[in-house]
């Protein structure tokens, strides 16, 4: 089948590189003027890993990746150990691969060497599509310089101000979620002392989040979130100061004030948007995926992990599948993925409101169960042991 996928990015990119092996003849449509990816840092989950391995990314992953020993959750005025977790032998044994971090624009470009290698997918830069008209035998795409071109399917993996989404009926805006993340690097040499762990500093209305990231742990990845009463750019992401980040975290730990001065500038500003879980996520033979859908808050450093998931079921979906059922494998493939990213949009949500927690009697009560739980991540064994290979289709 001709496949069309808009949008570059790492659910787009896994998505043609997915389907790269079902032998279909896939074209990607990206705006930019190659491949690129705004942002620091990712969390990739076991989830996520096995499949990119699966996809046969194993060296060139395992080589931009930072694998953690610990998640350590801390105090935000006196960075206080709450709970410490370890990533050991038996987390990966679990798991299978483990936990990773890395920098966003080193995953983007081994996606995009991978999809580039593929001799049935053809990258196309420098292309705005503007609207899609979805038909029940093939769905037509329509560029900024008035031209068009039908495909069997399209896929709308096009991100969170997707046009896509609006073309297969979704009229709903995103929704500002009233906090912004500040995100900024420190160079290693300034931190050699640190130990690689994902650190989380829980404090009233706001949270740190600190790991790092880089071929070689080049940098330490700060996503500081703290309260915005508005958005008023135009743009979702614009570029701050190293004073503004600073002025939101007064009173914190000097630790962490220290880092907060060894930050490299530039430093980045993003407002945080999510969508209410979607109902309807296909019109014909067009689908979304990733952020075009199931947008959600960074509380569970899910996102390109379920974008992940949706490409390696979607591409199973459609194995084997020819023109005349493309429309069916689609409604297939939204509802084994629809409850599973409503679970984590909805998770996301209700961490933001766990780390953010005013100073007070639920306060403390969130740190002793924190700190008497069972060790070890099984909190998160419904989300890293999910398997998009093997559910159910």
């Not at 609207?131 to 031209?147: N, Q, T, Y």
């Amino acid at each position: 089948m001709k496949i069309a996928i808009v949008g570059g990015g790492i659910g787009g990119l896994t998505t043609a590189l997915a389907l790269s092996q079902n032998s279909h003849d896939i074209t990607v449509f990206e705006r930019s003027a190659g491949i690129r990816e705004i942002g620091a840092g990712v969390q990739i989950s076991p989830n996520a890993g096995r499949l990119l391995h699966s996809l046969g990314l194993g060296t060139a992953y395992s080589d931009i990746s930072v694998n953690p020993h610990r998640v350590v959750l801390r105090r935000w005025e006196d960075d206080s150990i709450i709970r410490a977790t370890d990533l050991d032998e038996s987390f990966i044994s679990q798991h299978h691969v483990p936990l990773a971090n890395v920098a966003r624009n080193e995953l983007v470009e081994i996606l995009g060497n991978a999809v580039a290698a593929c001799t049935n997918v053809t990258l196309k830069f420098s292309t705005h599509v503007v609207s899609v008209e979805p038909g029940e035998s093939s769905s037509k795409v329509l560029f900024s310089d008035g031209s068009s071109q039908s495909f069997d399917i399209v896929i709308g993996a096009d991100g969170i101000h997707s046009v896509v989404r609006r073309c297969v009926g979704a009229a709903d805006k995103p929704r500002f979620s009233g906090s912004a993340a500040y995100r900024a690097l420190v160079p290693r040499s300034s931190v050699e002392d640190l130990p690689i762990d994902v650190t989380n500093r829980m404090g009233p209305d706001r949270h740190v989040v600190s790991y790092f990231i880089g071929r070689n742990r080049s940098h330490l990845n700060l996503v500081c979130i703290s309260p915005e009463d508005s958005w008023e750019s135009e743009s979702w992401t614009e570029q701050g100061t190293k004073e503004d980040l600073y002025s939101r975290f007064e009173g914190w730990s000097s630790d962490f004030l220290s880092l907060l001065d060894r930050v490299e500038e530039p430093v980045f500003r993003w407002a945080l948007y999510d969508r209410e879980p979607l109902e309807q996520w296909g019109l014909g033979t067009t689908t979304l995926l990733g952020d075009a859908c199931h947008p959600m808050l960074p509380f569970m450093a899910q996102g390109s992990c379920q974008a992940i998931e949706d490409a390696v079921v979607l591409a199973r979906c459609l194995s084997g599948v020819g023109t005349s059922s493309a429309s069916d494998s689609l409604r297939r493939y939204e509802d084994v993925r629809q409850g599973r990213t409503a679970q984590v949009q909805t998770s996301s949500v209700m961490n933001r409101d766990l780390f953010h927690m005013v100073d007070g009697q639920e306060q403390r009560d969130r740190d002793m169960i924190f700190s008497i739980s069972p060790p070890g991540m099984s909190i998160l064994d419904w989300v890293y042991e999910y398997d998009a290979l093997t559910v159910a289709i």
